[in-house]
């Protein structure tokens, strides 16, 4: 009930295309989503985060769409550069516990 | 402004052997996070601090220890290492105790048992 089940677990995606990561969670106690990239020799970096109460939240190319009856979320990354490669992790906290519970993570390439 | 600093960021030890890693968080940042990063297993919380207490614990034995010290820098400390042990030890920070899942994540202490 805690997991947070992410895919894919791998994406190549060509420049100016859109990259789609999707998540689904179970525990309803889940109150916040935030997404985090992760370059390689670095510590995760958050991306953008939303709220279950918000279907959608948008910052530059980077998209967040919710589906809290469908218990899912998903990352559109826009006119995807090639500098968007990196791995991605989703993520779900609960306010009560604090805990950050991630997703697998999904290495997007996106090809020149 | 500095952000969080993970000490040291890469160490070899041997199985049995105990380890420390050091943690300083963004200045003025009161709570402390600990996650254990390994390709199987992904990134998985270990426990989080705040002014001195510790909040919340994951799943790890308790050969896997942490404190806070009053200026929020933190340790954590890993006894009788076992090979499973090695991983990217990835220490986070926020103003507060972390209900928001905003965090800001040091590079990392690479930890390799051999």
């Known amino acids: 009930q805690q997991q947070v089940k992410q895919s894919p677990q791998s994406l190549i995606v060509q420049k100016g295309g859109i990259s789609i990561i999707n998540c689904a969670y179970e525990?309803?106690?889940?109150?916040?989503f935030p997404w985090y990239q992760q370059f390689p020799g670095k510590g995760p970096a958050l991306l953008i985060a939303?709220?279950?109460?918000?279907s959608e939240k948008k910052e530059g190319r980077f998209t967040i769409s919710f589906n809290k009856s469908a218990k899912q979320f998903s990352l559109h990354i826009m006119d995807s550069q090639p500098g968007d490669s990196a791995t991605y992790f989703c993520?779900?906290?609960?306010?009560?516990?604090?805990?950050?519970?991630f997703g697998q993570g999904t290495t997007l390439q996106v090809k020149p | 402004k500095a952000g969080v600093t993970q000490t040291p960021r890469y160490l070899i030890k041997t199985r049995g052997q105990q380890v420390t890693l050091s943690c300083s968080p963004i200045?003025?940042?009161?709570?402390v996070s600990w996650y254990q990063q390994t390709p199987g297993q992904g990134l998985q919380f270990l426990f989080e601090?705040?002014?001195?207490?510790?909040?919340n614990k994951g799943n790890f034995p308790g050969r896997f220890s942490g404190r806070q010290f009053s200026n929020s820098r933190s340790e954590m400390n890993v006894s009788t290492l076992e090979l499973g042990d090695s991983a990217l030890y990835l220490c986070?920070?926020?103003?507060?105790?972390?209900?928001?899942?905003?965090?800001?994540f040091g590079e990392g202490s690479r930890l390799t048992v051999l």
């Open positions: 986070a920070s926020s103003l507060s105790w972390s209900n928001t899942g905003e965090l800001f």
């Open positions: 525990n309803t106690a889940f109150d916040y």
């Open positions: 939303i709220r279950p109460d918000v």
């Open positions: 993520a779900a906290v609960s306010g009560n516990t604090g805990k950050l519970i």
């Open positions: 200045s003025g940042h009161r709570s």
């Open positions: 601090y705040f002014s001195e207490t510790q909040r």
